[in-house]
């Protein structure tokens, strides 16, 4: 099958990371993808969008320029697409595709090529535009995109809609990295990303009373720049954009992922999440949103580590460190959650629906 898929690419969003899970997942099983991805210079006028230190395959192809947040200006090159012959169009749905003509290489690829949309963004006005244009399916990753956000589009539309969960990167790691900073007994804490400095500050706060107790060491790695507020002797920050492969060494070498979001009404997920659950490293997220839809016990354990506030996370980050068993099953419930939804399970979910549509 010829599958094309129009998306960002090799870039820290969760756009790109799940185009990239499903898109080598297809290759793997055999079908020709094309992905059809924004030139660097639109794309990176996105806060969202920062390209990895990698290099494109040969399958990508950059040939649209992005909107801006308020739809305005980008271009799409329908031509060139066209040229591809597919069998499917694929396209990971975020705001900042040139609308007028998407619609447009719509109808044009149609009826030949299959066209689907995953939704990504949790703003309503943002994906209203995409549930109104003529897919043949529209993918959504849960029932809270239908139920917040979909809700009242066209009966016909609301007939297309399918739930395909995020996929799951099921981690293989060859050795693990520990740098020489965290090495001589200390207990490695790391992050990696590029969040607002306030969604640190729990961390912060609870490893700063925890350094009284134990040695500790906190690695920070930042996509954009350091973040001068929380400079110490104990935090370590290097601006880097890492390949997967290697952030999974270093996540392999760490003891405890904390992973920082904020607050948000949005219909949201963190594509980081399912990026690393299938490291082995526990990870410590906050009860937000992005984490409301993994299953958790009473006391907040489940694939991952939920706490509501600074006294919660004080005290499971200290049974993380002194509770051998602890840390063992929320690494076994993070492997079972990732083999369920891994990106095979998912990308196959797609196959069965680009033959059901």
């Given at each position: 099958m010829r599958i094309g898929i129009l998306s960002r690419w090799n870039a820290t969003c969760g756009v790109s990371v799940h185009a990239e899970s499903i898109g080598h997942e297809l290759?793997?099983?055999?079908?020709n993808v094309v992905v059809f991805a924004p030139t660097l210079e639109s794309a990176n006028r996105d806060w969202h969008h920062i390209k990895i230190d990698t290099m494109d395959e040969d399958f990508v192809v950059r040939c649209f320029d992005e909107a801006d947040d308020e739809g305005k200006g980008g271009r799409i090159c329908i031509d060139r697409i066209l040229s591809y012959d597919l069998d499917v169009l694929l396209v990971e749905a975020y705001h900042r595709i040139p609308?007028?003509?998407?619609?447009?290489?719509?109808?044009?690829?149609?009826?030949?090529?299959?066209?689907?949309?995953?939704?990504?963004?949790?703003?309503?006005?943002?994906?209203?535009?995409?549930?109104?244009?003529?897919?043949?399916?529209?993918?959504v990753f849960d029932e809270r995109y239908i139920n917040e956000l979909l809700y009242d589009i066209p009966g016909g539309n609301k007939r297309k809609i399918h739930i395909i969960p995020y996929p799951c990167v099921e981690v293989k790691v060859d050795r693990k990295?520990?740098?020489?900073?965290?090495?001589d007994g200390k207990i490695l804490f790391f992050s990696f990303g590029r969040q607002p400095v306030r969604e640190y500050l729990d961390y912060v706060y609870v490893l700063r009373k925890l350094r009284y107790h134990y040695d500790i060491v906190y690695w920070i790695i930042r996509a954009d720049r350091r973040m001068p507020e929380?400079?110490?002797?104990?935090?370590?920050?290097?601006?880097?954009?890492?390949?997967?492969?290697?952030?999974?060494?270093?996540?392999?070498?760490?003891?405890?992922?904390?992973?920082?979001?904020g607050k948000t009404k949005n219909v949201v997920i963190s594509s980081t999440c399912f990026q690393c659950l299938?490291?082995?490293?526990?990870?410590?997220?906050?009860?937000?949103?992005?984490?409301?839809?993994l299953p958790v016990d009473e006391e907040g354990v489940g694939p991952v580590v939920k706490y509501k506030d600074?006294?919660?996370?004080?005290?499971?980050?200290?049974?993380?460190?002194?509770?051998?068993?602890?840390?063992r099953k929320v690494v076994e419930r993070a492997q079972e959650y990732v083999k369920s939804h891994s990106a095979r399970v998912v990308a196959s979910k797609f196959l069965e629906l680009f033959d059901e549509i």
């Open positions: 290759i793997n099983m055999g079908h609308l007028r003509d998407l619609e447009d290489l719509l109808r044009k690829v149609s009826p030949k090529a299959k066209t689907v949309a995953v939704i990504h963004d949790g703003v309503k006005k943002w994906v209203e535009p995409f549930a109104r244009m003529p897919f043949d399916a529209i993918v990295l520990r740098p020489e900073f965290a090495k929380l400079e110490d002797t104990w935090l370590i920050q290097w601006v880097r954009r890492p390949p997967l492969d290697e952030l999974y060494r270093y996540l392999a070498g760490a003891d405890v992922h904390l992973l920082p979001k299938g490291a082995p490293c526990p990870m410590v997220v906050p009860d937000t949103r992005h984490f409301e839809l600074r006294e919660d996370l004080l005290a499971k980050v200290m049974r993380l460190i002194e509770d051998e068993e602890y840390r």
